[in-house]
Structure formats: structure tokens, C-alpha cells
């Protein structure tokens, strides 16, 4: 059914780029553009509730982000640790929940410690999701998922036969979590780089032109607006074209 008119997305996420360039745009190092970056997802975090988002995913460190320099990666994997022991006492404050989707696995034992003590923690909380992706791939996900029922039906659990969109999203990170129907990029890339391949197939696309440590609250509603202009039809017909 198409629908269109003044509504807030349930679930917001967003692929926060252009911390580098923000840097080099003013003679900084890029740690400096990944420290102003986390300053933007305290506010956007702090302003999601009001506006009436119940879900925001934040695209916070991809499985192919390995490959940068190991100084940078370092300097990130800081910065993670920084914002979760700094952080999560407000977060829990605000009755706001934590969970971690991406491959945990191959992740260093101190890091999934604090993403799995944050999740813990905040696991009865209400005011607003954070899913945050962490060595997350879309296609990797999807890997995940199709291995995950290929072992459950070498158990027997299960055969070919029931394997239907329903029971593939079950195996799925995001599990139990709406689709987005709103995906933000700012830096004005026109790309998901392998951001919720699978949950994104319907969402609406907003790439603002802003780099990520400029986000906020203005740009978050502006988002907001720009998604209720859309017309939303899941692939069937726009109401004037049902008239005819």
C-alpha cells in the first residue's frame, strides 16, 4: 500500500562518511575528523527519541574498514572503547538500549567484551534502540544467515521447503529489528557500501551533502522532511494511477 503525508519513520539508519574529509578540509589529522565525528552521534543519539525514532542504526565500523592503516584502525578502535566506558552510563540513563550486529567472532577479546557488557546492561531498556554496526557487511551478514540455516538443515531441523523470506530474516543480525525506512549518507556519496543489503530493499534513500561530524539534529529533521515528501509504494501503484 502506498503511503505518503507527515509520518516519522520507526527506524532510522544512517551511514556516517565524510570524517576524513572534514579533517583535510581543515589542515587536521583524520583522528580528528573521527573525534568530531563521535561528538555527531552523541547529538543525533540525544535528538532521535524526540523526534520520534524508535530505531537508529549507525554504520560504525564495516568489515572492509580492516584495510585502512593499522594507525587509524588503532586510533578507532580508541575511540570505540572511549565512547562506550564515557557513554554508556547516559545511554543506560535514557533508558536507551544497545545492540551490536556484524560478525563478533574475529573481534579482539577486550572489544567484544565492552559490546557485549554494553548490550547486557541495556538490554530492558525503551526510549530508543542503537543498533550499531561493528564489523558489519551486508553480503557477509547474508553469508552468515544462508550458513546458519544450511546447518540447521543438516540437523533435520528444517528442509529446503521452509526456507522463505520469513525464516531467512529470522537467521539475519537484525533479527527481531523493523526494516529501516529511512537510510541517511551524508558527504554526499550516492552509495550503501554494503550497508543492510538485505533490510534496505524498500527503504527510502537520503544522501545529504553535509560531512558526518556536521550532523545533528537539523540535519536529522531535514532528513525527516525530505522523507515525508516521498511516496512510498512497495512496489505497487501510486494512488492517482489506481483511479485510472
Given at each position: 500500500?502506498?503511503?505518503?503525508?507527515?509520518?516519522?519513520p520507526a527506524h532510522v539508519a544512517i551511514i556516517m562518511d565524510g570524517n576524513g574529509r572534514w579533517a583535510k578540509a581543515r589542515g587536521l589529522p583524520r583522528i580528528a575528523g573521527h573525534r568530531a565525528g563521535v561528538e555527531a552521534l552523541r547529538r543525533t543519539v540525544r535528538a532521535a527519541p524526540d523526534l520520534g525514532i524508535s530505531y537508529l542504526t549507525v554504520y560504525a565500523f564495516s568489515s572492509e574498514n580492516w584495510s585502512r592503516p593499522k594507525s587509524e584502525v588503532s586510533d578507532l578502535m580508541g575511540l570505540l572503547k572511549h565512547f562506550i566506558r564515557r557513554d554508556l552510563?547516559?545511554?543506560?540513563?535514557?533508558?536507551?538500549?544497545?545492540?551490536v550486529i556484524g560478525d563478533k567472532t574475529s573481534l579482539e577479546p577486550d572489544i567484544r567484551g565492552l559490546l557485549e557488557e554494553a548490550e547486557a546492561l541495556t538490554t530492558r531498556n525503551d526510549a530508543?534502540?542503537?543498533?550499531?554496526?561493528?564489523?558489519?557487511?551486508?553480503r557477509d551478514e547474508i553469508a552468515r544467515a544462508a550458513q546458519k540455516l544450511a546447518q540447521r538443515a543438516m540437523r533435520g531441523e528444517i528442509g529446503p521447503e521452509d526456507i522463505n523470506?520469513?525464516?531467512?530474516?529470522?537467521s539475519l543480525d537484525t533479527a527481531g529489528i523493523p526494516d529501516p525506512e529511512l537510510?541517511?549518507?551524508?558527504?554526499?556519496?550516492?552509495?550503501?557500501?554494503?550497508?543492510?543489503?538485505?533490510?534496505a530493499a524498500y527503504s527510502e534513500l537520503v544522501f545529504q551533502p553535509c560531512y558526518w561530524p556536521d550532523f545533528g539534529p537539523e540535519q536529522l529533521a531535514e532528513a525527516l522532511h525530505i522523507f515525508n515528501q516521498r511516496e512510498r509504494r512497495f512496489g505497487g501503484l501510486a494512488a492517482q494511477d489506481v483511479a485510472l
Open positions: 500500500m502506498a503511503t505518503f503525508g507527515a509520518t516519522t552510563a547516559e545511554l543506560h540513563q535514557n533508558r536507551v538500549k544497545v545492540v530508543l534502540t542503537l543498533v550499531i554496526a561493528f564489523n558489519y557487511g551486508g523470506v520469513d525464516v531467512f530474516a529470522s537510510v541517511i549518507r551524508t558527504s554526499g556519496e550516492l552509495r550503501l557500501s554494503n550497508f543492510l543489503l538485505w533490510q
